[in-house]
């Protein structure tokens, strides 16, 4: 069993980097291209910051100074790289940020982790508020308001990457990517990785066994560090400019909201949740201005109902699909799902025509949605939009009940299937 | 502009007759409007999106654009951020956009300056240009100028100097404040200030200098208190967006009794924020105000405000950026970067106050500078506040001509 | 010696508004273990409802109805928001009223737009009430001054006199016994997050048209309102009161000091090459005050987390 699932995900990975690889030959257009670059950023970024929130329970307010930081130096020595006086391949830039993140989160770390929980977030974001400070004070690193740019085409040329077109970039990220998560990875399988869980669940007990909770945070913080930096080594690379903003508070609140949405139970949970941050963020950001509205609904919706992500709603499934019980489910599902696409209808209408109306320039109040043209200062588009909301709502409100029912019908059948 | 437009027009009719028939699908001149259009400077950003739309909408009308081609604006936002605006960059290019127009912000300029140049050397062919129209930091057509970016306002040395030449005859003035935003633009005008105040009249003296962070205080009373202890004659300020109505309102509020030299009081809250107050005290410096007397004008000032009632026309020199485009794709029937950006050099238009001219070693716009001084009895007034600018100086384009130390590496 | 007179007040009156803000997160804090990343966004709703609200009927309405509907949408919100959570821990409570601190912000650019409002001084207050070598006192800065204080004061009588008042300070010490006692902590709870968010929105209705209101105030104020009671003392009404009142002294004073690190040592005899300019040592005062809330605020809580005046770790 054990053998078969090892050569299972052995396959799993090889397909995956088979298609990472095939990806440029296939898809043509550069905004495809930048849009998995800056995926697979977040994919490292997020993943680094799971290592704290979910694997020991540390929740960070400040990873953005790991990232940013990291990103800051390796422009900086991608500087001295232009200038010739260090013949570093620039695909290995991201190492850089990597010891940088790792040496920041060995000063900052010590005095971080001596506490857990609410002590533990403040400091981070007391510290985080210190760097994005010191940002305009330290003018020589951090570039004022212009920031510090770099020329990725320069230094020895490895493998044949020469860095300038968007193809290079993504290779050398996707080897990052691939190699981060699987170190991230393996840690999770080592005694400090066992330990980081232990200490989460209960420092007492862990102290009982002889391990220091203080020590097994430090340690994790600091590697968690580690990768934050590499991400911001890519950050660096694919962007050529790093700015104040890169250590503020802002891209702590996305990693933390990227990593919490996916699930931090779960290993790849944070990947979902970059990916999900990323194509909203770029992609629904194109169509709406109000994607961050809809962004900080979906995060408080996860947060009251979802502790564990998108991927702990997923794992409940699995167990249902291996008994062969997702039938059973589909019926309230389908009857959910009409209410569901009413109300989200009418509440994406509602807001979508009160953005319109309230950003001042756009005076033609002609909009559409969907395909559909509507003039939106008119009465009957927000008439619609309640109804929807109110139609949807209260069908959501008979219907749910159906799938609560349906799901305790499943369990017990599950209960009982496991209990001979 | 109204005649320009009109020239343009009537070209382009007869360049339809004249053509061959065999018309392609009419090819849409899509322009990628990189500003703040979120956070502290979204008014701004706003403003002019609203300025670049109402022209693109008259030229559209107009036809002035060959082959049947219109312009369509594309907004970006870039929060003021020179790496948001990089990103927002990257976006236009991945949507095929070639002609970027971006203003505030200095840091967002270079930023972009410096960006175009490695996209343009990576990716011949899909090369991109860049209109600047309101950042004004001199290094952008000097020591750090290129090929591809074009600035269509006045730089922060020439308008200093401007301000110089006035002082220069005002003996009445001999303390001066300098409080500025804490960036390359801000500081490029301390810099202009306390190297022409002096060479103007030696007699000036400097009394405090300050920067303060962009778009971040909220409360400038302090800074006024400072200006007050000093016995301030007069303020120099590039100030914009809110750090230039927080300030001014400070300064109402804490009864300076200075005179202000302001870049961009006139742009959004300054006015309204100082009132009364500011009535033969607070001066602009800039290439033009509602209150020059020309019939063209008039017309644009008042249907940009009755389709735009947040905002007055402000953007005069974005007019002249418009006609020059429209010129440069007729004259060369390209909407290719290159072609326009050859094009655009050395190019001399008639806008409806006098001439512009496109220096070709700088790629430094020149043109008409106007220094007035608010007064409540305008015909066109600010914000609705019913007080505008009277002019106190007209400065002809030849007056205003520094030299540049500009080293332009053009694609042979 | 005037001038610094003139900052020292424009300090108090912005301390002031810190502390309105900050008692009431103390008390949330300290009752619930909470920490309200929202608690600014309260401030800022106040801003905008008493703006909506001023141009119908005018400022003084707006000075009592505002905080009212901002009180009662923070017992809401508590009621069905926070206690929903509570289950899941403190990480979950802390990341929800992060969630709610992002999307307040987002409903105000929805029914605002991103402009700054047109919510100016009521002209009643509009004018320089006396002037001290050269720098005039604004009449509405000291009407800030008289509301923050009879505000605090009615409060402290509440605390101090009423028998809510002695659940409330028990609750803080002693959470468990009062809920064995058979009071009803979870009302406690609801009443004390309505009346903390209730007085932020009050600080809101006259700090709005002070400074300016507009989607970014409640970031820009957000974390230096933690400092203030991560500083005086989690759970000490009166740490937050003397670290408000510090902060924003030091906050609008630094602006005037224009000594940097170099000039020190100059003092000393040693000159210092003046070169660059961007060098640390160069730096002056107002240049640095920035960071020193937060760098104060981290080392108090690595080397004493009960801050100031507190009595307990957090």
Not at chain 1, 258 to 282: D, Q
Request: net charge negative.
């Amino acid at each position: 069993m054990n053998h078969g699932l090892r050569l299972l995900s052995v396959i799993a990975v090889l397909t995956l980097v088979a298609v990472l690889a095939a990806v440029p030959h296939v898809v043509s257009s550069g905004f495809t291209l930048s849009l998995l670059n800056q995926i697979g950023i977040g994919v490292v970024f997020a993943l680094s910051y799971n290592m704290l929130l979910g694997q020991s329970g540390l929740l960070s307010f400040g990873h953005a100074v790991y990232f940013g930081l990291g990103g800051f130096t390796a422009l900086h020595v991608l500087h001295t790289i232009t200038g010739g006086d260090l013949p570093l391949p620039v695909p290995l830039l991201p190492l850089v940020g990597g010891v940088m993140g790792l040496v920041c989160a060995l000063a900052l770390g010590w005095v971080s982790t001596r506490r857990a929980g609410t002590i533990f977030a403040m400091i981070t974001l007391g510290v985080a508020e210190l760097v994005a400070a010191s940002s305009n004070i330290i003018q020589g690193y951090f570039g004022g308001e212009e920031g510090i740019s770099g020329d990725r085409m320069s230094g020895p040329v490895l493998f044949g990457l020469t860095m300038g077109p968007q193809q290079d970039v993504y290779y050398v990220i996707v080897v990052w990517m691939l190699l981060s998560a699987g170190l991230m990875y393996l840690i999770t399988e080592t005694p400090l990785g066992r330990m980081a869980n232990a200490v989460r669940d209960n420092p007492e007990r862990a102290a009982f066994v002889g391990y220091n909770p203080r020590t097994i945070r430090f340690m994790m913080f600091a590697l968690s560090g580690f990768f934050a930096g590499i991400a911001g080594g890519l950050f660096a690379i694919n962007y050529e400019i790093i700015t104040a903003e890169a250590v503020g508070i802002n891209v702590s609140a996305s990693v933390l909201m990227m990593a919490y949405i996916g699930g931090i139970g779960y290993f790849f949970g944070p990947v979902i949740g970059a990916v999900i941050y990323t194509l909203l963020s770029t992609v629904l950001s194109a169509y709406t201005e109000a994607w961050m509205f809809y962004f900080g609904v979906f995060f408080l919706i996860v947060v009251l109902y979802a502790p564990n992500g998108i991927s702990g709603v997923l794992a409940a499934h699995t167990p249902v699909l291996r008994a062969h019980l997702m039938h059973r489910l589909m019926p309230a599902y389908a009857t959910a799902l009409l209410p569901t696409l009413v109300l989200l209808l009418g509440a994406i209408l509602l807001v979508e025509i009160n953005y319109h109306l309230s950003i001042s320039g756009n005076y033609d109040s002609e909009m559409s949605i969907l395909g559909v043209g509507f003039d939106a200062a008119s009465w009957w588009p927000t008439l619609a939009g309640l109804a929807a909301l109110v139609v949807g709502g209260a069908l959501l409100w008979r219907t749910l009940p159906y799938v609560g029912l349906a799901w305790s019908e499943v369990r017990a059948e599950l209960a009982g299937e496991a209990a001979p | 502009m109204n005649r320009h437009i009109r020239c343009t027009g009537i070209l382009t009719a007869l360049a339809l007759v004249g053509a061959p028939t065999a018309l392609t699908a009419a090819e849409t001149v899509r322009l990628a409007y990189i500003d703040p259009l979120s956070g502290g400077f979204a008014n701004v950003g706003n403003n002019g999106l609203a300025h670049l739309r109402f022209l693109a909408d008259r030229l559209n009308e107009a036809e002035a654009l060959p082959d049947g081609m219109t312009y369509e604006v594309v907004p970006f936002d870039n929060k003021v951020n020179a790496s948001e605006s990089l990103i927002a960059l990257q976006r236009a290019i991945d949507q095929g956009i070639r002609i970027v127009v971006q203003g505030n912000g200095s840091s967002v300029a270079h930023a972009l300056v410096d960006a175009i140049s490695k996209h343009n050397r990576r990716n011949p062919g899909e090369e991109v240009i860049h209109l600047n129209y309101a950042s004004i930091d001199p290094a952008l057509t000097n020591e750090s100028c290129s090929f591809w970016h074009f600035g269509f306002d006045a730089h922060v040395d020439i308008k200093v100097a401007a301000i110089a030449e006035h002082l220069a005859n005002r003996p009445d003035v001999t303390d001066v404040y300098l409080i500025n935003q804490d960036y390359s633009f801000g500081r490029a005008v301390a810099a202009a200030a306390e190297a022409f105040l002096p060479e103007a009249r030696p007699d000036i003296n400097i009394v405090g200098s300050d920067f303060h962070p962009l778009i971040k205080v909220k409360d400038f009373s302090p800074y006024v208190a400072k200006i007050q202890t000093a016995g301030t004659d007069a303020v120099v300020t590039g100030n914009w967006g809110n750090d230039m109505s927080l300030l001014i309102k400070a300064g109402r509020e804490g009864g300076l009794e200075a005179e202000w030299f302001t870049f961009y009081v006139g742009l959004l809250g300054g006015v309204s924020a100082i009132g009364e107050a500011g009535v033969g005290k607070v001066k602009q410096i800039s290439e033009w105000h509602a209150n020059v007397p020309n019939a063209e004008m008039d017309e644009i000032v008042t249907s940009f405000k009755a389709q735009y009632p947040d905002f007055d026309w402000y953007y005069y020199r974005l007019g002249t950026m418009m006609d020059m485009l429209t010129q440069a794709i007729n004259d060369t029937g390209s909407t290719d970067p290159e072609d326009i950006a050859f094009a655009l050099e050395g190019m001399r238009v008639d806008t409806p106050i006098g001439e512009a001219w496109m220096r070709p070693e700088d790629h430094q716009l020149f043109q008409t500078l106007f220094l007035a001084t608010l007064s409540n009895d305008v015909t066109h007034d600010v914000e609705n506040s019913g007080i505008g600018f009277v002019t106190d100086e007209r400065i002809e384009l030849d007056d205003t001509i520094l030299p540049t130390t500009c080293e332009m590496q053009r694609p042979s | 010696m005037d001038t610094a007179f003139f900052f020292l007040f424009n300090g108090i009156v912005y301390g002031l508004l810190l502390f309105m803000l900050s008692s009431g997160l103390t008390l949330i804090f300290s009752m619930m273990g909470v920490l309200n990343f929202a608690h600014a966004s309260f401030y800022m709703l106040g801003a905008y409802f008493a703006y909506q609200i001023s141009t119908h009927i005018g400022f003084w309405p707006a000075l009592i109805f505002a905080p009212l509907i901002v009180g009662c949408l923070g017992a809401v919100i508590e009621r069905y928001g926070l206690r929903t959570v509570h289950r899941h821990g403190h990480v979950a409570e802390l990341l929800f009223t992060f969630g709610l601190a992002l999307l307040i912000e987002e409903i105000v650019i929805l029914i605002w737009g991103r402009n700054p409002m047109p919510y100016s001084v009521p002209s009643e207050l509009d004018f320089a009430l006396f002037e001290i070598a050269g720098n005039s006192y604004s009449a509405y800065k000291i009407f800030m001054m008289l509301v923050s204080i009879s505000m605090l004061l009615f409060l402290y009588g509440i605390i101090a006199r009423t028998r809510i008042g002695m659940i409330i300070q028990a609750a803080l010490t002693h959470p468990e016994t009062v809920d064995t006692l058979g009071h009803n902590v979870s009302r406690v709870f609801m009443l004390v997050f309505g009346v903390g968010t209730g007085l932020a929105g009050l600080a809101g209705v006259i700090g709005g048209n002070a400074f300016v209101t507009e989607p970014g105030m409640a970031r820009a104020l957000g974390t230096i309102v933690f400092v203030v009671i991560i500083v005086g003392g989690l759970g000490s009404l009166t740490g937050a009161f003397v670290a408000s009142l510090l902060l924003g002294v030091i906050q609008t004073t630094a602006v005037a000091v224009d000594v940097s690190l170099a000039d020190l040592v100059a003092t000393v005899g040693i000159t210092t090459s003046a070169a660059d300019a961007n060098d640390l040592m160069h730096k002056t005062l107002s240049q640095v005050a920035p960071i020193l809330p937060y760098l104060f605020m981290v080392l108090m809580l690595i080397s004493r987390p009960r801050g100031l005046f507190g009595t307990r770790d957090a």
